[in-house]
């Protein structure tokens, strides 16, 4: 016997960012557009709040689902933030990041043999976390001309109405497009029509510029087919601290939560202080970084039109999804790379319908962001 | 859409920001920034543009010395805050002068070329005007933080260069 992967894990290729990554690693003085994750350090507060909690010696474990006063909080954000109404008791599970959720929705809610549809582009971890569960994962490839938004024909075409499941990310990593409460319902209809629950994740819900975040969950008859995925990583630029949340349905928070307490007991006690403290006193900051961000956006916008580079009005999370101007969308990103060191991530990346864009992250400081984008405009004359 | 405000807060944040930028960060065209900029600068709203400069890192033949200085006066029926804060104000060495709360009534900050010079201006210039009861002065030894800018902040960017 030796150690060869398992047939499922086997089956998935590493990541597709990877290769980019160890490029880029390799080059000096590179400005990178290529992050999925804010610029900024977690508040203050927050990171005050994680020592504190540290020197009480508060090192524990903590309850399987989460501290209660950390889903009592979340509870109440979701609430007045998302209009979502969940029971802090048993329909919150706090876990070690959003991805974390997704797996263990994976795994709990469907069988091996049962299917998923997916909204690509999308991030990465979905196809291969419905792999390792042995479900089959239906593409569904959203469309430039759709500004990438999920519609109702391409959930048909792509024959979502036959999967058990549909999952998919608004605001969206990585073209950075979002979903109006009339766009929402149209998916709604069809997930209701086909009998399909709905893993939403919602990590960048309050990173959405142009109109108000509408969660699917919020909408008639769907509170009871969806689990909602949220979390501190972005909005409130907690990414290390690696805290995430499901909320659903008891039976559903249930029967992840007899996974999550064997594989990971309970999650990270001192980023559940962290959290805590974020909720109840770091709001201000969540929208002064979403301010920002907004700034950003109108400007690499702005840029891009400047120059003549086709880019939809991306108007969440902190992505702009532009068309490659070569055919290559991989071929570009590394010439940019090389020459110009620039480093924005082609959109295969994230999936075939990602193919001939550009992931380009503004979670960077105006500075380089500016230096970056005149670079660019020379790569491009 | 963005606000007048908004404009305002940009250029607090980088007063070296130009139209051209102000205008891609906000919904306003180039045009409309340069009018805004005007309007504020004309009604008094915007009184300057400054480079914050930390002394400390400047060589030590061109240092700064820097003080705060407590002031305490006593008022009579013809003499007023203004009158006093208006004879402390027109002395160059005089950076900031803020009327405030608690147990002493102005907030003086003064630079000079070296202590001696400080020292001086102070015992020479301000304490002789004859309202002025006490002056404390305290030489600023360090400065970690000034117009919100940190000077040793720390912010290596040590985040991954790509990640998903």
Redesign the interface.
């Known amino acids: 016997m030796t150690f060869e992967p398992a047939d499922r894990v086997d089956s998935v290729p590493p ?1 597709g ?1 990877r290769r ?2 160890e490029l ?2 390799e080059m000096d003085d ?1 400005i ?1 557009l ?4 804010p ?1 900024f350090s977690a508040p203050w507060a927050a990171r005050e709040a994680a020592i504190a909690s540290l020197e009480r010696g508060q090192t524990s474990y903590t309850a399987n689902r989460g501290k209660q006063e950390l889903r009592d909080r979340i509870a109440d954000y979701e609430a007045s933030t998302h209009n979502l109404q969940y029971d802090p008791d048993e329909e919150i599970l706090v876990t070690a990041g959003a991805s974390e959720g997704l797996d263990l929705a994976f795994r709990a809610l469907l069988n091996p043999g049962d299917s998923v549809a997916i909204a690509q582009p999308c ?3 979905y196809v291969p976390g419905a792999t390792f569960a042995g479900i089959d994962v239906v593409d569904v490839p959203t469309r430039a001309e759709d500004e990438f938004k999920l519609t109702r024909e391409v959930l048909e075409s792509s024959g979502a109405a036959e999967a058990d499941a549909l999952v998919y990310c608004y605001p969206n ?1 990585p073209t950075g497009a979002t979903m109006t409460a009339e766009e929402m319902a149209d998916v709604a209809a069809f997930c209701r029509e086909n009998d399909l629950l709905v893993f939403a994740d919602e990590i960048y819900a309050d990173l959405t510029y142009e109109h108000d975040h509408t969660s699917i969950a919020t909408l008639p008859g769907m509170r009871e087919r969806t689990v909602v995925f949220n979390g501190f990583s972005k909005a409130f630029a907690m990414t290390g601290f690696r805290l995430g949340y499901a909320m659903a349905p008891p039976k559903a928070i249930e029967a992840m939560n007899r996974i999550h307490q064997y594989s990971m007991l309970s999650a990270p006690t001192t980023a559940q202080h962290a959290a805590i403290e974020a909720l109840d006193n770091c709001r201000d900051e969540v929208t002064e970084m979403s301010a920002q961000y907004d ?2 956006r ?2 690499v916008l ?2 891009f039109e400047e120059m003549g580079l086709d880019c939809f009005p991306a108007a969440g999370a902190f992505y702009a999804f532009p068309e490659c101007p070569w055919d290559d969308a991989g071929e570009f990103a590394e010439s940019l790379l090389q020459e110009k060191r620039v ?1 924005v ?1 082609p959109g295969t ?2 999936g075939e319908g990602g193919s001939g864009h550009l992931r380009v992250s503004y979670a960077t400081g ?1 500075d380089d962001l ?1 230096e970056a984008m005149a670079r660019i405009e020379s790569f491009l004359n | 859409m963005s606000s007048r405000r908004e404009i305002l807060d940009l250029l607090r944040e980088n007063a070296r920001y130009t139209t051209e930028d102000i205008a891609r960060l906000t919904d306003y065209s180039e045009s409309e920034v340069a009018e805004v900029i005007d309007e504020f600068e004309e009604a008094g709203i915007i009184r300057g543009y400054q480079a914050v400069v930390d002394w400390n890192a400047v060589e030590s033949d061109e240092e700064r010395v820097r003080a705060t200085v407590e002031l305490n006066v006593t008022l009579d029926r013809e003499t007023s805050y203004d009158d006093i804060s208006d004879r402390i104000a027109k002395f160059p060495e005089v950076t900031s002068l803020r009327l405030v709360s608690g147990d002493y009534d102005f907030d003086l900050e003064v630079e000079g070329d070296s202590m001696r010079e400080v020292s001086h201006f102070i015992s020479d210039k301000i304490a002789p005007i004859p309202e002025i009861t006490q002056t404390v002065t305290h030489y600023i030894m360090e400065s970690y933080k000034e117009q919100g800018m940190e000077f040793d902040d720390h912010d290596d960017d040590d985040r991954l260069s790509v990640s998903p």
């Open positions: 990541s960012i980019f990554f880029a690693e590179i990178s290529g992050v999925g994750e610029d991030y990465v971890s990593n700034r950003r109108k400007y702005t840029r480093a991530v990346a994230f105006l500016k």
